[in-house]
């Protein structure tokens, strides 16, 4: 079992930055891939943005290609989400999940479902103001 404990999320205006972090904690953290979704009031849980399990390969939505950035310290346990140049559309409730698959890979460009996604964080706010 692995746990996830998010922090970093707060008030941004528009143009701003955030970086969050995910702490995770279990024997197969080292061996999983890890994601970041988010969900805004009304909508479906979305994907973010994934990475390997060796750090070797990301893969992002879209929408937030070349202003968010995922990377891994597995030394520490922790995956970031670096989000440069935020929007009010990118106000959400962002959570941390690991893949439920140790080793699997992971092709760049590869949008993720919530269901490949074992194990969940409480999620953290971001409000990002016009």
């Known amino acids: 079992q692995v746990q996830l404990v998010e922090s970093g999320g707060g008030l941004v205006q528009a143009g701003g930055s955030l970086r969050l972090s995910c702490a995770a904690s279990?024997?197969?953290?080292?061996?999983?891939?890890m994601g970041w979704f988010r969900q805004a009031p009304g909508k479906e849980r979305e994907f973010v943005a994934a990475?390997?399990?060796?750090?070797?390969?990301?893969s992002y939505v879209d929408f937030v290609k070349g202003r968010f950035t995922i990377s891994r310290d597995n030394a520490k346990t922790t995956v970031y989400l670096q989000m440069n140049s935020l929007k009010p559309e990118d106000t959400a409730v962002y959570y941390c999940?690991?893949?439920?698959?140790?080793?699997?890979?992971?092709?760049?460009?590869?949008?993720?479902?919530?269901?490949?996604?074992?194990?969940w964080g409480q999620g953290t706010q971001v409000t990002v103001s016009s």
């Open positions: 279990g024997r197969t953290v080292n061996i999983l891939n």
């Open positions: 990475i390997s399990w060796n750090g070797g390969s990301t």
């Open positions: 999940a690991a893949d439920r698959l140790p080793l699997r890979g992971l092709a760049p460009g590869r949008t993720w479902s919530p269901a490949d996604f074992g194990s």
